[in-house]
């Protein structure tokens, strides 16, 4: 796998440029708007809440099932990034796996791109502080995404995870990397408000049961 990652690839270049594209378009929507009252404000928790339910599709969807023209989503991710991450090897192992972890830069630029039209949109039908504040927050979403999910496959002795919280989000998204959970269960990579409102947050006993069975069979194939 480690074979696959190009010699040209640039960990530090890949993570610049996917939090710069988020830091660039919260910078630039943020300067844009003026004076808002309060109505306008409510933009941002429900851009949050559609952010956080459209994560949850793009993971359940099109990440664990292919989909034409989008599979390079699902070749990136199912065959790829679970094989490498683990519930019990979810620690990146060098720089240069960053590449497995975060969304290419193209992606998250793309994400914008897509944003950018219902910004366009709200900005005409409401007002345009709306729309820049959904631009905004559409970006500080996309950041928090990239930077919740490479905190999870960070080592578990960093000393981000003496933050309480933080270990809670890890543990949900290690769930997730369980095989025989990772198709039905804990899609949500930041809050998992998504997996929550469709049922899909995989509790301890599910989570017990499926550690269980692969212990048993590791134990037989080791036989």
């Known amino acids: 796998m480690r074979g696959r990652i190009p010699r040209w690839y640039s960990p530090w270049g890949h993570l610049a440029a996917t939090i710069g594209v988020g830091l660039v378009t919260l910078a630039v929507s943020i300067h844009r708007v003026s004076s808002p009252h309060w109505l306008e404000l409510s933009t941002v928790p429900l851009t949050f809440v559609f952010a956080n339910l459209v994560e949850w599709f793009a993971h359940r969807h099109l990440m664990h099932e292919r989909r034409f023209p989008l599979h390079v989503l699902f070749d990136r991710h199912t065959p790829e990034h679970h094989r490498v991450f683990g519930y019990h090897s979810m620690a990146i192992r060098a720089p240069r796996e ?53 905190a999870y496959h960070l080592p578990e002795s960093h000393p981000a995870y003496r933050l309480p919280f933080l270990r809670a989000l890890r543990e949900h998204h290690a769930r997730h990397h369980i095989p025989s959970l990772m198709q039905a269960w804990n899609f949500n990579v930041t809050i998992p408000l998504g997996d929550v409102l469709f049922g899909t947050l995989a509790r301890r006993t599910r989570v017990e049961r499926a550690l269980e069975r692969e212990d048993r069979s590791s134990a037989t194939n080791d036989g």
């Open 98 to 150: 960053l590449r497995l972890v975060l969304i290419p830069a193209m992606g998250v630029l793309g994400m914008v791109l897509l944003a950018a039209p219902v910004a366009l949109v709200a900005g005409l039908a409401i007002s345009w502080n709306v729309g820049w504040l959904f631009l905004a927050t559409s970006g500080l979403y996309v950041l928090g995404y990239e930077l919740s999910h490479l």
